[in-house]
């Protein structure tokens, strides 16, 4: 009876009591909060008829889940949410409809928590619902970057499996794991064959495939929003620049280098920096550095709080990089020696040795 008294209370602080099949089914909600600075997303199920919360969050850069299960009382036009030992954790507004809640993380003393931001969680699908959603994205046959960079939202926040019905939860555990590797693979090829059959006769061909290039491989289309953790991500990236790279340096128009500017943020979206997370921040191939490039780079990276690791970096590894930049030279020689041409010298080229 007790239980029941304060349901009826949370639903109407909630305004969701709206009749007993709804009342009796679970709501979910879900948003982020910062503490200390650190980003954390939140998925909440409500469980109307137990006055009761399951509050999982997690860092935005973590894989693993926090949880708390939590009761609700009422207090003034508000909600406090305590754990079975009657330590208090939140507290909660909403709004008129109960489509939001307005949160602040507490003290042990039941005080608001200074080290947190006032936060806002909002109602969304259920957690079956949103998977479902997902393996429809990850089903595509033939992903475009628009269709990968709507599953990539959807796996960085990725919900909990603990909030599916207990009886789903393997069966979808097994088959997320087992699509959503095989659908960044038939992106990643998908991808790379639309690059290679784009026309580069003219120079609007050209603009358009550096265009399509950058827009599918920038960090938010991938699994984690970032490169750091997903060698397969990273190594995509890299080949399908360095096949824009060649293909326009074949046509004597080179690649240029994305701008300047952001240098320093896209960096720093690295947790560790190598020559190939560089030549993503760079948006150039090594093999197109030449030392005016490198000492341009050099002088730009000053401004950055990861400067002295870049400089030490370009330092160590210029020789390699004037080495891998002297072979993609000869290399593109050769094509052009051996390209189909009517001219005499052109077939003699052919007959003497083309590569």
């Known amino acids: 009876m007790q239980i029941f008294a304060r349901a009826v209370a949370i639903f109407a602080i909630l305004g969701c009591l709206t009749g007993e099949t709804e009342a009796s089914e679970s709501k979910f909600y879900r948003g982020t909060h910062l503490c200390n600075g650190a980003l954390t997303l939140d998925d909440w199920e409500f469980i109307s008829r137990e006055a009761r919360f399951n509050v999982f969050f997690r860092r935005a850069d973590g894989l693993s889940f926090q949880s708390l299960e939590l009761t609700a009382q009422s207090m003034g036009d508000g909600l406090v949410l305590f754990d079975e030992r009657g330590r ?128 599918g491989i920038g960090a938010e289309v991938t699994s984690q929003g970032s490169f750091d953790q997903d060698s397969a991500a990273r190594q995509s990236a890299l080949d399908r620049l360095r096949l824009v790279a060649d293909r326009l340096a074949d046509r004597n128009s080179p690649l240029q280098a994305r701008p300047m500017d952001g240098l320093c943020e896209r960096i720093s979206g690295f947790n560790y920096i190598d020559t190939d997370r560089l030549e993503l921040a760079v948006g150039l191939p090594v093999e197109y550095w030449d030392r005016g490039f490198t000492e341009g780079l050099l002088g730009r990276v000053q401004a950055c709080k990861e400067a002295r690791t870049v400089v030490h970096l370009l330092t ?40």
Do not use: N
């Open 316 to 355: 160590q590894s210029y020789p390699e990089i004037e080495k891998r930049a002297r072979s993609a030279s000869w290399l593109r020689e050769q094509r052009s020696a051996c390209s189909p041409s009517p001219s005499p010298w052109r077939r003699s080229a052919t007959r003497t040795g083309c590569i």
């Open 88 to 215: 208090p954790w939140l507290a909660l507004r909403t709004q008129p409809d109960g489509e939001r809640l307005h949160g602040r993380w507490l003290t042990y003393q039941g005080k608001p928590q200074s080290e947190c931001e006032p936060f806002t969680v909002e109602r969304t699908k259920s957690v079956k619902e949103r998977m479902d959603d997902l393996f429809a994205l990850l089903g595509a046959a033939d992903p475009t970057v628009g269709t990968a960079r709507a599953a990539a939202a959807e796996q960085q926040r990725l919900p909990p499996i603990a909030l599916l019905p207990e009886l789903d939860q393997q069966a979808y555990r097994q088959r997320y794991a087992e699509a959503a590797p095989a659908f960044w693979k038939r992106f990643y090829e998908a991808e790379r064959k639309r690059l290679v059959e784009h026309p580069v006769e003219t120079s609007e061909d050209r603009m358009r495939l550096v265009a399509q290039m950058r827009d």
